[in-house]
């Protein structure tokens, strides 16, 4: 891909976000030639918007979502403002590109970690997270689901599927609580859909955090205070249709809804 191509492709994505809007597939000349490129454009689409960065994604924390997304390790994007919404929230489904409803825990900085040589502890992450929520991000992708469907690096380029990030209170004491083995379940209209636990899902969710503030410190690129990290599925990817309410239900953590109108 020569300058003149990868300037094409930001353009495209930056517009299609925009809109709001999908294709099927994209040109081969197009398409990333690798998941380094494809951040590269990200960035370069993130720059070309404009928009403030108010928070990240990670996706593909463990192999069973690696596999369903063509991955052999996580993946981030960025969540731009105003992207960061309190619970309840409505959005309308025509609006949208492609939803999923995940349940994720939300963590939102204290501190900012700036890019340095040295990796960063699980320690200090944790020490730089202000408050950690119960939370669906709600994911979207500018490229239909069809048999045109483009290839990992391409996806990293839009963002890695990122869009709105839901939260509810913060977790009292959530350093001292049990994070790890608590239950979650998501509910669609009032019926269970999935169960999960950020144990089995991605050991606890410092851990994805961690690993997405070195990997982002490697490539020169800091994190901010006030920034919300949703730190990856703990029940898999559900597609949602208009009319559809999702809870996820967090047990003694509380609990978030999004409902598509």
Not at 42 to 55: K, P, T
Request: aromatic share 6%; proline share 7%; charged share 20%.
């Amino acid at each position: 891909m020569d300058s003149a191509e990868r300037t094409e492709l930001v353009g495209l994505l930056a517009t299609l976000r925009r809109e709001g809007r999908q294709q099927s597939g994209l040109e081969p000349r197009l398409q990333p030639a690798d998941r380094e490129a494809g951040y590269h454009i990200a960035q370069m689409v993130a720059e070309a918007l404009g928009w403030a960065v108010a928070g990240w994604k990670i996706a593909a924390t463990n192999a069973e979502m690696q596999k369903a997304l063509r991955s052999d390790s996580p993946i981030y994007g960025r969540v731009f403002a105003p992207m960061v919404k309190p619970s309840p929230y409505l959005v309308a489904h025509a609006g949208l590109c492609s939803p999923i409803p995940e349940v994720e825990y939300q963590a939102k900085l204290g501190q900012d970690l700036p890019p340095r040589a040295e990796p960063y502890s699980i320690q200090e992450v944790t020490d730089a997270v202000d408050t950690l929520h119960p939370g669906i991000e709600l994911a979207e992708c500018r490229f239909t689901h069809d048999e045109h469907f483009p290839p990992l690096a391409a996806i990293l380029a839009d963002g890695a599927g990122a869009s709105t990030i839901v939260y509810g209170p913060g977790i009292e004491n959530w350093r001292e609580a049990d994070i790890a083995t608590q239950e979650v379940k998501l509910f669609c209209n009032g019926k269970l859909r999935r169960r999960g636990t950020a144990a089995a899902a991605l050991e606890h969710p410092l851990v994805p955090l961690t690993w997405l503030v070195n990997t982002l410190s490697k490539s020169g690129v800091g994190m901010q205070a006030g920034q919300m990290i949703s730190t990856g599925t703990l029940t898999g990817m559900v597609a949602a249709k208009p009319g559809e309410t999702y809870i996820a239900d967090f047990g003694p953590f509380g609990e978030v809804s999004a409902t598509y109108l």
